[in-house]
């Protein structure tokens, strides 16, 4: 039997989860996406085109490859739709070339679910979670609460009368908050996107990917969100709502723990966090500002600004300690091209106490960073295809970061494009 590799972010999301798989499709006979939603947004780049995925995998470009949206994905069908039908628009159709196929057991955002993540925003305020507003959080406390209704349920007769008793639970929440609705338009739209998702097929994710690994194919299952976005990890409450780490491919897709291969875990050159929540390193300054206009630091998804610091390695060794990190990829190097200095967050100051990992009352208490200075590189990158091209400080920066995190980086990518990416190892 064959194992799933995994490859997840490390940080708090936008790593270029999207661009790597899409790098390494070629290589997998199925690409499986196992939690999250239309809350993440993956981006890749190839021939002058660009294309952002929500709910569909990355994988979706390369010929051969099988997609798979697995059972912990929350799906909005609206949004599904919307994405294929802008694939087709561009000349891809991946369900017309039996590319794609939906796990039965994935649960559905409902339109109301995106009304109780707006409701719920509101009223926090100030100490919002900062939430992509897609119904993540309720779909998936409908979910775990038994409520919420599955891709496998839109097929039964009874669907509308199932549709109906959660909606009526929903409008019963809303009525408690100050929060105006008109549902019309967005129900319509749902129900036409239910249509549609029809012809998707339809499948056991637990079988199907098992079914893959018996037959000796390969599997690459593609995380969403960051591990500091982890609900029971990450900077709690400030996370999304599902496990982004290596544990939530095991149950997202139906598959054993000692059925996972390699672990890929990818991470920028320094850091970004979209939202709110604690975020050590964050630079809420000029420096902060040049990495977002160079690394074009604005969400995929929403168009917000992301905040921007320097790499921080107390919470990147965290990350790998909880996934099992095999294999390191570090992308956006060019986006530190023009910098004289750059910096590596080592340790945090914390009640008087230096210590090298996350406390828990990071959110109440926030840790001062302990910088180490690294000369720059000052060489454009963007165009390094060879390894005897990579600059000599960027090289010190890699074996740096390979020697305080203890796994190899095995990929390096200096530019957007599919083909801005060096194997190291
Ligand atoms: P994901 O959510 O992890 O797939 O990442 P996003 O797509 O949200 O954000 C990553 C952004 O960085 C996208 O705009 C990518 O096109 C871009 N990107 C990926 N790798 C590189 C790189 O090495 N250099 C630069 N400059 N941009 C990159
Ligand atoms: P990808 O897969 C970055 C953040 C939101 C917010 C918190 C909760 O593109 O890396 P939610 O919508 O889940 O209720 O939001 O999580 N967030 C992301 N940040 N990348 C993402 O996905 C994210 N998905 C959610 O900004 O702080
Ligand atoms: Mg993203």
């Avoid at 897609?134 to 891709?151: A, C, F």
């Avoid at 593609?222 to 996370?239: K, M, N």
């Avoid at 099992?324 to 956006?332: C, H, P, Q, R």
């Amino acid at each position: 039997m064959t194992q799933v590799d995994v490859l997840l972010g490390l940080q708090w999301g936008d790593e270029g989860k999207g661009k790597i798989v899409d790098v390494l499709s070629p290589q997998y006979d199925l690409i499986a996406r196992f939690q999250g939603g239309p809350n993440a947004g993956h981006t890749l780049e190839f021939d002058g085109k660009k294309f952002v995925l929500n709910t569909i995998p990355s994988g979706i470009f390369n010929e051969k490859t099988m997609n798979l949206i697995g059972n912990g994905v929350v799906i909005d069908p609206i949004i599904l739709k919307r994405e294929l039908d802008n694939l087709q628009k561009a000349g891809h159709d991946p369900v017309a070339k039996g590319k794609l196929v939906i796990a039965r057991k994935a649960h559905l955002i409902l339109p109301t679910h995106q009304l109780l993540d707006a409701a719920n925003e509101q009223k926090m305020g100030k100490d919002k979670i900062g939430s992509t507003l897609k119904g993540i959080g309720p779909t998936y406390m409908d979910k775990t609460g038994r409520n919420g209704l599955r891709v496998g349920d839109t097929t039964l007769p009874d669907f509308k009368e199932r549709y109906n008793r959660l909606v009526e639970k929903h409008k019963e929440i809303l009525s408690h908050y100050e929060f105006e609705y008109d549902l019309t338009e967005k129900e319509a739209a749902f129900f036409e996107a239910i249509e549609f998702i029809k012809n998707i097929p339809h499948v056991d994710s637990e079988h199907f990917v098992n079914g893959y690994l018996k037959a000796g194919k390969t599997v690459l299952a593609e995380g969403a969100q960051g591990t500091l976005l982890d609900v029971d990890f990450g900077s709690y409450p400030f996370v999304t709502s599902s496990n982004t780490t290596t544990a939530g491919a095991c149950t997202g897709l139906g598959i054993a723990p000692n059925r996972i291969g390699s672990v890929y875990g990818i991470f920028k050159a320094y850091c970004t966090r979209v939202g709110g929540g604690p975020f050590p390193t964050e630079l809420d300054n000029e420096v902060g500002e040049t990495l977002r206009q160079v690394g074009h630091e604005f969400g995929a998804t929403t168009g917000r600004a992301r905040r921007c610091g320097w790499i921080d390695l107390p919470a990147l060794k965290y990350a790998i300690m909880l996934n099992g990190v095999t294999e390191l990829i570090m992308m956006k190097a060019d986006v530190l091209d023009g910098f004289d200095t750059i910096y590596a967050c080592t340790h945090y100051e914390h009640n008087g106490e230096t210590i090298d990992y996350m406390p828990y009352d990071i959110i109440s208490v926030k840790p001062t960073p302990v910088l180490k200075a690294i000369e720059g590189w000052k060489t454009d990158v963007t165009k390094v295809n060879k390894l005897e091209e990579i600059p000599a400080q960027l090289a010190s920066y890699i074996a740096f970061l390979e020697k305080e995190l203890e796994v190899p980086v095995k990929y390096l990518s200096v530019g957007p494009d599919r083909v801005q990416t060096l194997i190291l190892q």
